[in-house]
């Protein structure tokens, strides 16, 4: 099962209403949602529940508010669901903004058994076309909490 999120989570987000109790696959884009409220996270969670614990669940191009949720509140990403990629935001010395694409495999790694979490995205970032550089606008080890989490 594949869905594309839109527009906020909350109290009327549709795909709470999709019935996922015999799902053997998942992927949810949210590449379009724009936030989450205290309503649409209780209705993930209890979604998320709603699916089999053998289910295999990607999440990708996750935006910032939905990483911040993951690994702030208890639940809300289950242990076999994994992050493919997510947008995180990079600032310049003026305080311009970056919004740079994470991509598993390539700027992180889960941990896996004795192997640590990797993390190859955490330095300095130079953009291609402008040569502008920019740094993380977040602490990397408090935003990627759900790599070492499973």
Not at 59 to 72: E, G, T
Not at 91 to 111: K, Q
Not at 136 to 147: E, G, Q
Request: aromatic fraction near 12%; include cysteine; charge should be negative.
């Amino acid at each position: 099962m594949e869905f594309h999120l839109e527009g906020p989570i909350s109290e009327k987000t549709e795909i709470f209403s999709q019935d996922v109790r015999k799902a053997t696959s998942l992927t949810l884009d949210l590449h379009r949602v724009t936030f989450i409220n205290s309503i649409g996270v209780k209705n993930w969670i209890t979604w998320m529940m709603s699916v089999p614990t053998n289910c295999k669940i990607e999440l990708r191009n996750c935006p910032f508010v939905i990483i911040s949720q993951i690994n702030m509140v208890q639940g809300f990403l289950p242990k076999t669901a994994r992050v493919q990629s997510f947008f995180a935001p990079y600032v310049d010395e003026n305080g311009d903004e970056l919004i740079r694409h994470l991509t598993r495999g390539v700027d992180y790694e889960y941990a896996n058994g004795a192997t640590p979490a990797v993390l190859t995205f955490v330095e300095n970032y130079i953009d291609p076309q402008t040569k502008q550089e920019y740094e993380p606008d977040f602490v990397p080890s408090k935003i990627t909490k759900f790599l070492t989490d499973v």
